[in-house]
């Protein structure tokens, strides 16, 4: 601000100097012809001119397929045209190839392990049939035969305890004999009812328990089985992948185009494309833009970037060739300001281009954006008014001598001035008032005086 200041105090000093040195108008110096500019009824465009760069608005990105980090071994050179199946870029494989082997491994571990389960599931399930068609029938068989010979066994007794007790009343048969065969009926009764319990036991128990114990055989070597396969799949999705990203090492061209590098934006922490650069998955290692659809990214600046919209019309000069084009975008939100860009507010807009042979993205345009047309307007250049405290002003040449003019301002251009009120058609001006006009001097000085940055 003090330099300002000072800047100010020494306008101010010229300005009051000049007067010494230019005598005032009223007098009726004569100007010089070459200062003059007639004030006429003109259209007045009204554009900005921006710098941007050309890039197509339909790329087909490259994309790095392998997982982690990866390093480049080969990239072809950017703007290259390349045909179908042409190498493009080629990535570091030693890794994957061992993981490769190692997957292998694994994969035919678990396929034998599946094997195994699978042969224990039919098994278990064999074993069922066994047991419900073999052994029970064949231990119920045993039980129902020892039945059988007890219960004859049991007839005997009692046909015998009937002789002996009959013999015993004719006094044939001894006591003790009589309590042997009383004994003997009591054993074999004892071993019906034994054999019936346990026949009981095998078909009410027995039974059920060893199917219970068989089936819970059964679905533990089902559930077996069930992760040993789940394993091997898992095994092989990964070996699979594995093989998968080991193809996408290569990646080539799949249709014919030109190649170009993509250009990450200056606050990204991306790498470069480039042999030995690390790169990651999903990241895009190259373009391949559709020239046939080719657009202008530039920057507007914060001041002007309501005034633009989409549809407006927009003169491209490209390699000294004026292109007609249009903004099919604005952006809502501006880039970020940084030191690389002066801390400069800017909006991005796009301005598609017509269809033309010989664009390349990132070639170099001048952007124009009309953003109004006014017809049939007064127009007054805008290096013969000067803007102070009371407003615009600018000084006419009269054979009388030279008089001031308050001017009532619309739109502008970076030449001109559209005027309201305050000059007619046909009225001439004197351009640079500063520097030919004493008056307009010592108005910029009080100006400069009274500004509020003097304070």
């Not at 071994?73 to 570091?92: C, R």
């Not at 185009?257 to 993509?262: K, S």
């Not at 501006?334 to 993205?361: E, F, H, T």
């Amino acid at each position: 601000m003090k330099s300002v200041a000072i800047l100010l105090v020494v306008l101010a000093s010229l300005g009051v100097a000049a007067i010494s040195f230019f005598p005032p108008a009223e007098r009726g110096s004569a100007v010089d012809p070459s200062t003059l500019h007639t004030v006429t009824r003109d259209e007045l465009v009204v554009a900005i001119t921006e710098l941007g760069t050309l890039e197509s608005s339909n790329n087909t990105e490259i994309k790095c397929r392998v997982r982690g980090d990866n390093t480049i071994t080969f990239v072809i050179e950017s703007g290259t045209e390349v045909a179908p199946g042409d190498v493009l870029v080629q990535l570091e494989t030693l890794a994957i190839e061992e993981e490769i082997s190692e997957r292998t491994k694994f994969y035919h571990l678990a396929e034998s392990q599946v094997a195994r389960s699978d042969a224990d599931v039919e098994r278990a399930r064999l074993a069922i049939s066994e047991y419900e068609e073999g052994r029970f029938v064949s231990e119920l068989a045993a039980l129902q035969k020892n039945l059988a010979v007890a219960e004859s066994r049991l007839l005997n007794a009692t046909n015998r305890l009937k002789h002996s007790e009959m013999l015993s009343r004719s006094e044939y048969a001894s006591d003790l004999e009589l309590e042997e065969k009383e004994f003997a009926l009591s054993q074999a009764e004892l071993t019906v009812q034994l054999t019936k319990t346990q026949i009981d036991v095998l078909q009410n128990f027995t039974k059920k328990e060893e199917l219970v114990r068989l089936e819970g055989e059964l679905k533990s070597a089902e559930a077996t089985h069930k992760a040993n396969v789940e394993r091997a799949l898992a095994d092989k999705k990964r070996l699979e992948r594995a093989q998968e990203e080991l193809g996408s090492c290569t990646i080539r061209a799949e249709r014919a185009g030109l190649v170009i590098y993509p250009t990450g934006e200056q606050w990204k922490d991306t790498p470069e494309i480039e042999e030995g650069a690390t790169v990651r998955k999903d990241q895009t290692l190259l373009l391949m833009p559709d020239l046939t659809q080719m657009q202008v990214k530039v920057g507007i600046h914060e001041s002007v970037v309501k005034r633009i919209r989409t549809g407006m019309e927009a003169n491209v000069t490209l390699n000294r060739k004026l292109m007609q084009a249009e903004v099919t975008y604005v952006a809502s939100v501006a880039k970020p300001a940084s030191w690389w860009n002066g801390n400069v507010v800017k909006y991005d807009a796009i301005v598609s281009l017509p269809s033309d042979s010989g664009m390349r993205p990132g070639m170099s345009a001048e952007v124009e954006i009309v953003i109004a047309r006014h017809k049939d307007v007064i127009t007054v250049p805008t290096a013969a008014c000067i803007e102070t405290e009371r407003g615009f002003a600018c000084w006419i040449s009269q054979d009388s001598g030279v008089q001031r003019r308050a001017l009532n301002v619309g739109d502008s251009s970076d030449m001109f001035l559209m005027v309201r009120d305050g000059i007619e058609a046909g009225e001439t001006v004197i351009l640079d008032p500063l520097a030919n006009v004493p008056a307009a001097q010592v108005e910029a000085a009080r100006s400069l005086e009274g500004s509020p940055s003097m304070l």
